[in-house]
């Protein structure tokens, strides 16, 4: 089992490449991190827990480029879907036990030293803006 399979997710990583020579009869990837940035990360989850099922890495890149250009996504969700439990804090059937978010606010004042240094900052920062132009505001 991999907890916080995150971390596999960059597939030329040498700690990926480690990972996956692991002997196994079962691999169960967890992680509390969505599948957000690239569908390559996907891949390399999968390619631990399930090699082979979408194919080499430049057969699913090229699958997933297709599937961006119609922006139907239907075909990839079949197919790992099955494999994958995605449990919601939203959802009580899932687990019943889990209490409800509590968010309490809690204000803390910056010290005189803190507060002058913070100032310091901002003044720096609208010098800054100040000077440049274009695409180097970006920057900020």
Known sequence: MLDEAQAIKNPVAQQTRAVKKLQAA?????TGTPVENRLSDLWSFFDFTHPGLLGS??????????LAATGQYAPL?????????RRLKSDKRVIADLP???EVAAWC?????????YQQA????????????????SRF
Request: positive net charge; hydrophobic residues 40%.
């Open 26 to 30: 079962t691999r169960i990837a967890l």
């Open 57 to 66: 890495e430049r057969v699913f890149a090229s699958f997933a480029k297709r």
């Open 77 to 85: 969700r079949q197919l790992v879907g099955p494999y994958i439990l």
């Open 100 to 102: 409800d978010k509590t």
């Open 109 to 117: 004042h910056l010290t005189v030293v803190q507060a002058t240094h």
């Open 122 to 137: 901002v003044k720096a920062l609208e010098q800054a803006l100040e000077r440049s132009e274009g695409m180097e505001r």
